[in-house]
Structures are given as C-alpha cells and as structure tokens.
C-alpha cells in the first residue's frame, strides 16, 4: 500500500515538473498598423505573465492577463467566422486579430464594431504603452 502511494506520488510530482517546463499557450496575436507614427506593433499575448512585443518579451501584470483571457473568449466568435471590417478613409489604425481558430481585420474607425474589438482596441494601446513602453 505504501509503495503504490509512493509510485503515485512519484509519477504526480513528475508530471508536475515536466508542466513547468512547458511554454504557456498565446492567447492571440495583434498586428497593429498605419501611417502614423508608433502605429507598427506586432503583440503576442501569451497565457503566461509575458507578451512579446515587437520581438521582444516583457513582463505582464496579473490583471492585464485576466483581461486578456476574458477578451480572447469575447473574440472567438469573431475569429471563428474570420470577420473582416472595411477600412473607411479616415482611419488612423488598422488591426490583424488572431489565434489558432481564426482571425479578424478592421480599423480603428470601421463602423459596426463589436463592443469585443472596441475592447480589443483600449487593450492594445494600455499594453503597449505600459508594459512595451511605446508611445500608442
């Protein structure tokens, strides 16, 4: 009996150890652009405490992954169906969404805008400023 409760204890604690070893999944991948200066980001917001942005990895606050996780549930739909906005004249930004189940392409003044990209939008520019400390 203690030799079975050992052996399980053993193989729990290995498998334990093997998942930390593991990279966490991206949650999604925003490609920002336009001709305004600091439009170009390229973000990857992965389910771990970091984002990669521009190449470069940064750390991610707690609170900012949360939203992340919430904001890539709220955009699964949109992606699945592989949403695609026009791009009015006027527009400053344009956006790539993406993920392993689909994407989604709009502008930061398309029209019809689902409250999730609107989110999407107000998240990109606070990660960008704050945790890959660039000016938009």
Not at 12 to 29: H, I, M, N, Q
Not at 40 to 69: I, M, S
């Amino acid at each position: 009996m203690i030799r079975g409760a050992a052996s399980a204890f053993v193989l729990v604690a290995a498998l334990l150890a093997a998942a930390c070893g593991t990279p966490s999944a991206d949650l999604f991948v925003v490609e920002r652009g336009g001709d305004i200066p600091g439009a170009q980001l390229d973000l990857v917001v992965g389910d771990g405490n970091t984002v990669t942005c521009n190449g470069t990895e940064r750390p991610f606050a707690n609170d900012k992954l949360l939203r992340a996780r919430e904001l890539a549930r709220d955009l699964e739909p949109l992606l699945d169906r592989k949403l695609t906005l026009p791009t009015p004249s006027g527009a400053q930004l344009t956006f790539r969404v993406f993920n392993d189940k689909g994407e989604a392409r709009f502008a930061d003044a398309s029209a019809a805008r689902d409250p999730a990209l609107s989110r999407l939008l107000a998240f990109t520019r606070a990660v960008a400023q704050e945790s890959c400390g660039l000016p938009r």
